[in-house]
T-cell receptor
């Protein structure tokens, strides 16, 4: 079982460059999330999606864009990377419904912006 | 807006001790709360999920409780071991989103 897969696992960007992080899940989950994790700050929600073609802002959306063109994929884009976006990015997915909606996480993408 | 707080931020205990980690949340209209473990430089491993209709869940030496009315969840670890050393995170589910606490960094000394 692949579960939630994030691509790439590591990346170094120069300030001003752009990139896209890919999250893919094979569990047919409706909900998908992007978080960033910085030292001592836990996980902060960037954007999320409740279904194909829908996205919504989380706690820290500035500087990021997302798209959910296919149910299994959730893309996170950085149009013009800044050093403040150096972080570890995690993607998660879970199924729709109030009961037993356990979240599954990818292994993370470590991004450094120099 | 849901806010999740975990206290203490760090905890160091001798091996064999029983311990409690705390998680509090501001919006009691949650319908699930999930506890995770994270080892340094690694991803998140799910430990326990408590549905809003439940008051506790158990897995091995772990027991998690949920009190929605007071906005609190606790994770009890019995007979701690050095292998339990990690950061423990709780996440509260509201409608569509999930919000995390900053975590408790646990060190169990041999």
């Amino acid at each position: 079982n692949a579960g939630v897969t994030q691509t790439p696992k590591f990346r170094v960007l120069k300030t001003g460059q752009s990139m896209t992080l890919l999250c893919a899940q094979d569990m047919n989950h409706e909900y998908m999330y992007w978080y960033r994790q910085d030292p001592g700050m836990g996980l902060r929600l960037i954007h999320y999606s409740v279904g194909e073609g829908t996205t919504a802002k989380g706690e820290v959306p500035d500087g990021y864009n997302v798209s959910r063109l296919k149910k299994q994929n959730f893309l996170l884009g950085l149009e013009s990377a800044a050093p403040s976006q150096t972080s570890v990015y995690f993607c998660a997915s879970r199924s729709f419904g109030r009961q037993r909606t356990e979240a599954f996480f990818g292994q993370g993408t470590r991004l450094t912006v120099v | 807006k849901q806010e999740v707080t975990q206290i203490p931020a760090a905890l160091s205990v001798p091996e064999g001790e029983n311990l409690v980690l705390n998680c509090s949340f501001t919006d009691s209209a949650i319908y699930n709360l999930q506890w995770f473990r994270q080892d340094p430089g690694k991803g998140l491993t799910s430990l326990l999920l408590i549905q809003s209709s439940q008051r506790e869940q158990t897995s091995g030496r772990l027991n998690a409780s949920l009190d929605k009315s007071s906005g609190r969840s606790t994770l009890y670890i019995a007979a701690s071991q050095p292998g339990d050393s990690a950061t423990y995170l709780c996440a509260a589910y509201n409608n569509n989103d999930m919000r995390f606490g900053a975590g408790t960094r646990l060190t169990v000394k041999p």
